[in-house]
């Protein structure tokens, strides 16, 4: 049986070619018997329930496609121990753009040099984002996070209108949130 796994971690994976459809058609187009499975998991967990599930089901012969080698591991040593067990169940695994995998000397040569090469480049790019990050904080204007959507004045009106009208419409006046009312509110008591 040939069982196709699918996998995003974060949302804007949908738009580089990464989402799950792109990732089923790819492995549909190889492999049009494939069963699929997809999950939205963040990749740096080994806890991804319907991988589980997957590997679970596997048995003898069965093959394991995957449309990329980072929808399978994050890291070189999960991605081993994934590689070997599934080995161990005398099943191969299909990375569609790298090849297949099976249980050979070059094989294991092979997923190991791959999957050091994507955690290298894995751990470059965390490296240039803490580098512009820090780059960024020499600005005296750099904010952490995300910016502020309303600024105070904005906030201040939309408390002040709570005085006459329920949150509902104040929302509605304001497009404010009800959630963000509520801490504005709260905020504004502890002062």
Do not use: W
């Not at 081993?80 to 094989?107: Q, Y």
């Not at 509902?168 to 504004?188: F, W, Y």
């Amino acid at each position: 049986m040939i069982f196709g796994y699918c996998r995003v971690s974060t949302k804007g994976q949908a738009k580089d070619g990464n989402s799950l459809e792109a990732q089923e058609q790819e492995i549909l187009s190889r492999y049009n018997d494939a069963q699929i499975y997809k999950e939205a998991y963040t990749g740096t967990t080994t806890d991804r329930p319907v991988f589980n599930d997957v590997i679970q089901k596997m048995k003898e012969k069965d093959m394991l496609v995957v449309s990329k080698l980072d929808r399978l591991a994050r890291n070189t040593e999960e991605g081993i121990k994934i590689v070997k067990d599934l080995f161990k169940k005398k099943c191969s695994v299909h990375v569609l753009n790298v090849g297949l995998l099976e249980d050979t000397a070059m094989g294991q040569f092979f997923i190991t040099t791959l999957l050091a090469v994507a955690e290298l480049e894995r751990n470059q790019i965390i490296e240039r984002c803490q580098t512009g990050k820090a780059i960024a904080k020499l600005n005296p204007d750099f904010t952490e996070g995300r910016p502020k959507k309303y600024n105070q004045k904005q906030l201040d009106h939309a408390l002040d209108l709570l005085l006459d009208h329920s949150y509902k419409e104040v929302v509605q006046m304001t497009g404010i949130s009800k959630s963000t009312l509520i801490r504005s509110m709260r905020n504004k008591k502890c002062d």
